[in-house]
T-cell receptor, first 115, second 114 residues
């Protein structure tokens, strides 16, 4: 079974621009979560989508948004980019089954550099 | 979700067994313990998950004592390619409520030397 895929893998933008990152979950997985990883703050949760609805949101400004499509694929958007948005953006998918721990599987990430 | 504490770093040599202990004093009844491995500039890779006692798979073992306030990841006969950051975290059983918010700590940076 194919793993989580993310596109693009690398991206360079300038301050003030906006960016859209894409994530395709493992086939059959219904939940998609997004994380930001920086050297200073580590791995931080952005938001989670399930059945096209945002179920959970981390402590990030409104410039960070996302959506999920009916095929469970997800996109996240960052508007008005700032230098501090430079990070590795990770997507994770899970079955979101009831009962038992719901294991998240991560993609390779998108490396965003803001100049 | 449980707050976890791990050593910041560990050193080992090839062929040795490595045990990384994680403390999670406030673990909830419905929390599982999950370990991830991460190489630089890659996404975390799921290693193993357990609720209590011992779990073993093809790459590692996980020991969780009866009080569940700590857990130990055991990597048998490590090689240079096991050099990575290892994260211990708790995640709740999904009863249909909000999920996805995994809380990653700083992790343990394992360095394996020849």
């Amino acid at each position: 079974k194919a793993g989580v895929t993310q596109t693009p893998r690398y991206l360079i933008k300038t301050r003030g621009q906006q960016v859209t990152l894409s994530c395709s979950p493992i086939s059959g997985h219904r939940s998609v979560s997004w994380y930001q990883q920086t050297p200073g703050q580590g791995l931080q949760f952005l938001f989670e989508y399930f059945s096209e609805t945002q179920r959970n949101k981390g402590n990030f400004p409104g410039r960070f948004s996302g959506r999920q499509f009916s095929n469970s694929r997800s996109e996240m958007n960052v508007s008005t980019l700032e230098l501090g948005d430079s990070a590795l953006y990770l997507c994770a998918s899970s079955l979101a089954r009831s009962g038992g721990a719901d294991t998240q599987y991560f993609g390779p990430g998108t490396r965003l550099t803001v100049l | 979700l449980a707050k976890t504490t791990q050593p910041i770093s560990m050193d080992s040599y090839e062929g040795q067994e490595v045990n990384i202990t994680c403390s999670h004093n406030n673990i909830a009844t419905n929390d599982y313990i999950t370990w991830y491995q991460q190489f630089p500039s890659q996404g975390p890779r799921f290693i193993i998950q357990g609720y209590k006692t011992k779990v073993t798979n093809e790459v590692a073992s996980l020991f969780i004592p009866a009080d569940r306030k700590s857990s130990t990841l055991s990597l048998p006969r490590v090689s240079l390619s096991d050099t990575a950051v290892y994260y211990c975290l708790g995640n709740s059983m999904n009863y249909g409520g909000s999920q996805g918010n995994l809380i990653f700590g700083k992790g343990t940076k394992l360095s394996v030397k020849p």
